[in-house]
């Protein structure tokens, strides 16, 4: 479903991605962790291309991400993207928030597009906040909705880049548990986290990066039980500790 091929990134002199071959299959969650600055966020930015490349290919079901332009935009909506700061259009309802893109981007009957949005909505436990402004809910509440807006599209894969690091510690399970009854569904996944809870109850594979590298990938189990690099090592000895 996605695939990287010797995908190099510099930010001026920093060399943020070195070397990246990665792939995702469809229906797999692969939940990416490692140090702040080791380059999670910036590699999944890069798979809609919020952030550009500088060498390398992306591929999105077997397409090549377009530079930019129309393709651009329409391989985009394929791919759903959940932030840390949630991003809602502040002016609109929660239920405009989730029709919005439908209606613009894929062209969907309001009527129908509403129907949609609130089944997702209650899907992921929101549906009474359909009429209310995004600043009337809660930060998971928020989270959640964008969710639900990212769902809308139907999007063959979904991006989340620390999607609970803004939140407070009783909404961060609200947030995992409706991710990780988006992963039992089968959809595909590619999850940057600091929570290590999730990445063992969710994920098929977890990617550990280091200075911009992919330095190692395993199951989950293996991973926490057994990790193979000095740098997982260190990594899993600080944060596991705690």
């Known amino acids: 479903m996605v695939a990287m091929r010797g995908v190099q990134k510099w930010f001026g002199e920093l060399h943020v991605l070195r070397d990246i071959d ?3 299959a469809p229906g797999e969650v692969v939940v990416v962790i490692g140090p702040s600055g080791s380059g999670k966020s910036t590699l999944c930015r890069t798979i809609n291309r919020l952030e550009t490349i500088d060498e390398g290919t992306i591929e999105v079901d ?3 991400l377009p530079a930019e332009g129309k393709q651009l935009a329409e ?4 791919v759903g993207m959940v932030f840390q700061s949630f991003n809602l259009f502040a002016h609109k309802t929660v239920l405009e928030n989730v029709t919005l893109g439908p209606i613009k981007v894929r062209g969907v009957k309001k009527a129908d597009a509403e129907k949609r949005a ?9 549906e009474a906040q359909a009429g209310k402004l995004p600043a009337q809910l809660s930060g998971g509440q928020q989270q959640r909705v964008a ?18 690091s803004a939140l407070d510690p009783e909404m961060i399970k609200e947030v995992l548990d409706t991710m990780i009854d988006l992963a039992k569904g089968g959809m595909t996944m590619i999850v940057v986290t600091h929570e290590m809870g999730f990445a063992r109850t969710a994920a098929d594979r977890v990617v550990f990066m280091s200075d911009g590298r992919i330095v190692e990938e395993n199951t989950p189990e293996e991973f926490f039980t057994n990790p193979q690099s000095d740098r997982a090592k260190d990594f899993l000895g600080k944060i596991l500790k705690h």
């Open 22 to 24: 990665f792939e995702v």
């Open 62 to 64: 077997g397409k090549k």
């Open 75 to 78: 391989l985009r909506a394929d």
């Open 118 to 126: 609130h089944e997702l909505l209650e899907r992921v436990g929101v």
């Open 147 to 164: 969710i639900a807006r990212a769902l809308a599209m139907d999007p063959k894969v979904m991006l989340f880049d620390e999607p609970t």
